[in-house]
């Protein structure tokens, strides 16, 4: 395990497991969706609206906007962060966005290995490991994504694939690490398809992903926050969220519809 340098936790292990519940967190992916417009609209709405007690909320979005939604949601009680980060601190990578860079913009967190970056990007556990760690190193709290693909579950290999891709996590991050991170399973079968996990399913690998954790540290696992993403609306959050192991959804396409969004919100507080 390498210990992540330059991290000061604002909690113990010890206090955050002695919390009587994991606080849910419902966190918006935006993807490569909005305008500038569209954008005040929706976020207008959001913050609009009554919010639910005892939940988070966030939205993570494309970085061009990342300014807009900084000045319409500073002071409230959304947070937003953005969909990817640099393993590189800085330096000659066009294309990338350091962590630090994300800070300056009052990012909260950072998505990172998404499915469709592990896909269309190629992106190896060892890369996601290396993301989540800049992330941190930067005081945003990297969402780290999880999931196996149809095929993958079809041949009962979807223990195994999150237990490899979260493996790569712990052993990068260590304790102290995951301790300030935030879970995403979202199997790839689910994601923008329509078809959603059923809610045993979904409990059945997060229990899978905090026993893993457990393994390593009964604290952290007890306090480690697992969201649950693959076309999560309304009508299922319920559900979902009402099982032990689920902390709350990370949202796709549901997130651009306010009311939509707020009503899993809602759903998350019950």
Known sequence: M?????IIPCWSIEQEVR???????IAGNWKMHGSLMQNESLLRALIGAQSPDHVDMAVLVPAPYLD?????????NCAWGAQDVSDEVRGAFTGEMAASMLGEFGCRYAIVGHSERRQRHGETDALVARKAQRALEAGLTPIVCLGESLEQR???ETKSVVRRQFGAIIEVLGAEGISMSTLAYEPIWAI?????????????????????????????AAGLRILYGGS?????????????????????????????????ARAAAQ
């Open 192 to 220: 923008g398809t329509g078809r959603s996990a059923t809610a045993a399913q979904a409990q059945e690998v997060h229990g899978w992903l905090r026993q893993q954790m457990a393994e390593h540290a009964e604290t952290v």
């Open 232 to 264: 999560v609306k309304a009508s299922n959050a319920v559900e979902l969220m009402s099982q032990p192991d689920v902390d709350g959804a990370l949202v796709g396409g549901a997130s651009l519809v306010a009311e939509e969004f707020l009503a899993i």
């Open 154 to 156: 079809e041949r009962g």
């Open 68 to 76: 807009q939604v900084r000045q319409i949601l500073q002071g409230t």
């Open 2 to 6: 390498v210990r992540i340098q330059g």
């Open 19 to 25: 919390k009587p519940m994991r606080r849910k967190l």
